[in-house]
C-alpha cells in the first residue's frame, strides 16, 4: 500500500507560480511512476505531467514549457513547479503513483489540492 499527500495548492493571479509537492510513504519499493493530474470542474481528470522511475518525463501540451515535473528520491516527493499560470489551470491537482503489487499494476492517487488561478 502507498499513501500520497499532496500540499502547496492555492491562490495565485494569472502570470504567477506555484509548486506542488507530493510525499509518498508505505511500499515506495513497488512505484513506477508517479505523476500530476488535474480535474477542472465539469471536465474529466487529464494527465498534466508524469515521471518515470528513470526520471524520464511526459508532459500535456498545454503545459508544456511552463510546468516542470521533478522528484527527490531521498524524500519519496515528486513535485511540480507551475510558471505562468493562466486562469485555465484552474483545477484540483491530483498526485498519482503507479505500483506493481504481485504482478498488478496498482494506481494511488493524493486527496487532491486546489489551485486556483484568478484573471
Known amino acids: 500500500q502507498v499513501q500520497l499527500v499532496e500540499s502547496g495548492g492555492g491562490l495565485v493571479q494569472a502570470g504567477g507560480s506555484l509548486r506542488l509537492s507530493c510525499a509518498a510513504s508505505g511500499v515506495i519499493a513497488s512505484i513506477t511512476s508517479r505523476a500530476w493530474y488535474r480535474q477542472a470542474p465539469g471536465k474529466q481528470r487529464e494527465l498534466v505531467a508524469q515521471?518515470?522511475?528513470?526520471?524520464?518525463?511526459n508532459y500535456a501540451d498545454s503545459v508544456k514549457g511552463r510546468f516542470t515535473i521533478s522528484k527527490d528520491n531521498a524524500k519519496n516527493t515528486v513535485y511540480l513547479l507551475m510558471n505562468s499560470l493562466k486562469p485555465e489551470d484552474t483545477a484540483v491537482y491530483y498526485c498519482?503513483?503507479?505500483?506493481?503489487?504481485?504482478?498488478?499494476?496498482?494506481?494511488?492517487w493524493g486527496q487532491g489540492t486546489q489551485v486556483t488561478v484568478s484573471s
Open positions: 515521471i518515470t522511475s528513470g526520471s524520464s518525463t
Open positions: 498519482g503513483a503507479a505500483g506493481l503489487v504481485a504482478g498488478k499494476l496498482v494506481y494511488y
